[in-house]
């Protein structure tokens, strides 16, 4: 017997996106908590996982996968969802799109996460005042995008780019606490369309129940109460 996917996860962390592609595809998997609380994403162990030591990674059949978009990448290729087929014309879309995300909007938002990780502290102000200008350009190209019409996009049912940016939109409305008044999801209505949307989709709800999220986790976010492990 094959044995199923494993998600190596920490809660309200990047790997809910991989969690909620696992939902949506109706993949059966496991899951395993990365303590964060007590550095068992730098532990030897998990490195053998992800040799980078962030969160999420993903053991499947042919070896571990690390990176949220080389994960979504491998789930809508190997299960055939949230994403148009290799072959058709909209992939080449999708795929810049999707590394526009990882690469331009997750790394901006990890900037006014984790300034110290990036730069010394004298430097930190200017640091999060440049990344969150690129992410109200990104909102901006994003808002446009999701209200384009594509079908990859904000459609009926969601694709791997809606799950990627409600989790940032999330994100950006919640962390760092007490310092997230620069962002407000009604200013970018396609985006808060998509985030409602996602909101009703029983992956989330699975996803509530498993992270302590509450309800409606990406349109109205709060803080989560993980039954195990810890956001920080």
Known sequence: MTKPLRLHYAP???SLIVRLALEELGVPFETVLVDRRAAAHRSPFYRAINPAG???ALETPDGPVFETAAILLW??????GLAPAPKAPERT?????LFFLSNTMHANLRMTFYPGQYIAKAHHTALVAGARENLNAALALLDELAGA?????????PGALDLYICAMLRWMALYPKGDTAWFTLSDWPNLAMLAAKLDARPSTAALCKAEGMAANPFS??????PPEGSAL
């Open 12 to 14: 309200d962390n990047a």
């Open 220 to 225: 109205t976010p709060k803080p989560p109460t």
């Open 149 to 157: 019409g594509h079908p990859w996009i904000n459609d009926t049912t």
């Open 54 to 56: 962030k969160i999420p």
């Open 93 to 97: 879309a999708f795929v810049s799109w």
């Open 75 to 80: 789930l809508t290729d190997t299960y055939n």
